[in-house]
Nanobody, 125 residues
Framework: QLQASGGGLVQDGGSLRLSCVVS????????TAWFRQAPGKEREFVAALKWPGGSIYYGQSMKGRFTVSKDRAKSTMYLQMNSLRSEDTAEYYC????????????????????WGQGTQVTVSS
């Protein structure tokens, strides 16, 4: 099970940290990812984290502003989002898979089997 939280309303240029708690399974050979979806748009890959070693992949438009980290003891993946813009407004989802994804496949949402509920991020200009 995946539980995302931490969304909210923030001003343009502000920061937020999202959390994704993984429960009910071991994290060895597991990958968790963040996707987002804005109204009327397709779901977009944000970032992915491979447990337990920690390989991280980012969506192209997120590099430099978004950072993924993890707390293994808490089975939690974080998404630190800085310099937020209005175009970052979306529902953010946490997803997981046991598939051995790599940099060229980590962005494919159909490769993820488990999805949590979303958390809304709204950036006001």
């Amino acid at each position: 099970q995946l539980q995302a939280s931490g969304g909210g309303l923030v001003q343009d240029g502000g920061s937020l940290r999202l959390s994704c708690v993984v429960s009910g399974r071991a994290l060895s050979n597991y990958m968790t990812a963040w996707f987002r979806q804005a109204p009327g748009k397709e779901r977009e890959f944000v970032a992915a984290l491979k447990w337990p070693g920690g390989s991280i992949y980012y969506g192209q438009s997120m590099k430099g502003r978004f950072t993924v980290s993890k707390d293994r003891a808490k089975s939690t993946m974080y998404l630190q989002m800085n310099s937020l813009r209005s175009e970052d407004t979306a529902e953010y989802y946490c997803a997981g898979t046991t598939r051995g994804l790599i940099s060229s496949t980590a962005h494919l949402d159909h490769m993820y089997d488990n999805w949590g509920q979303g958390t809304q991020v709204t950036v006001s200009s």
